[in-house]
């Protein structure tokens, strides 16, 4: 579960490690440890998100505080920065979107309005596992997990649970970074537990970043702006129509994209599916 607390700074995120304690992860990625005796050994992050008491007191302090942030943490707003593919919003024509889950946020609605501005359908599902009734006879619907903060073990439940030829879309907020998964396509098509494996062999704290995907979150304020939001919505609308006429592309099949939210700039990276066989360590 993902706690928001307006007490911490935006785009920061504090979970506990059961073996290593509390960590705070700043909008960049960056990890620092953060002494029990400050939020103690065990907390209600529930509780901790709305009732900080003096913790609140501390981390302003220390400069991670909120409202507002330590500076410059702030969401870019410089009319010359990089924001292609914001004018293909509301481009795509495509009868239906699934959108699960249930606490999707400001991501997910803009992509919902650029859908129904299309005439396409949206369908709300919030149950584990997707109904046949939630899905039209004989269409190939997308299915869109998406969320404003990281994902969690809910994604793979519902991923795995998708009839055949269902085609999934999953974009999630990690601190200041979004993250736009590959759509599947070819005989090994991309699951999110692939991303996230290959993800951990590349980070540079993978248990905590495995922490994030698997334990209670408190999340400071999104960095995420209506802007931001439009310009994702428009590179999942521009893959749909693509997967939608031509068929899906191959070059983004294998593509994670990640958007920055301080610069508004985006950066493609390389990415291939997982042998058969492989430890998920308890992905």
């Known amino acids: 579960m993902h706690h928001r607390a307006e007490w911490l700074a935006p785009g920061h995120l504090l979970v506990h490690r059961a073996d290593a304690g509390w960590r705070l992860m700043t909008p960049e990625g960056a990890v620092m440890e953060v002494d029990d005796a400050v939020i103690g050994g065990e907390a209600d992050l529930r509780r901790l998100a709305v009732e900080p008491g003096p913790v609140a007191d501390v981390f302003a302090a220390a400069g ?21 593919g ?40 919030t149950a584990p596992h997707l109904a046949p009734g939630a899905l039209e006879p004989g269409r190939r619907p997308m299915v869109l997990l998406c969320n404003d903060h990281p994902s969690d073990a809910s994604w793979i439940a519902y991923e795995e649970a998708l009839p055949h030829a269902t085609v999934p879309l999953r974009v999630s907020v990690e601190g200041a970074r979004v993250f736009y998964e590959p759509p599947p396509a070819g005989m090994v098509p991309l699951t ?3 991303v996230r494996a290959r993800r951990l062999a590349t980070a540079a704290w993978p248990d905590d970043l495995m922490a994030l995907w698997t334990q209670d979150v408190v999340c400071g304020p999104s960095l995420l702006t209506a ?48 042998p058969e066989g492989t430890s998920w360590r308890g992905l």
């Open 227 to 274: 802007d931001t939001a439009a310009l994702v919505a428009g590179w999942v609308l521009a893959d749909v129509e693509t997967m939608r006429g031509s068929g899906p592309d191959p070059r983004r099949s294998r593509t994670l994209r990640v958007l920055d939210l301080l610069t508004s700039e985006f950066t493609d990276h390389t990415i291939f599916p997982v």
């Open 64 to 84: 991670f505080g909120g409202p507002g942030g330590p500076a410059g943490h702030s969401p870019a707003s410089d009319s010359n920065t990089r924001t292609p």
């Open 86 to 125: 914001s004018e293909l919003v509301g481009s795509a024509d495509f009868s239906e979107l699934v959108i699960a889950g249930r606490d999707e946020g400001e991501l997910a609605a803009a992509i919902e309005q650029a859908v129904r501005a299309n005439g396409g359908r949206v369908v709300r599902w």
């Open 192 to 194: 999110h537990r692939m």
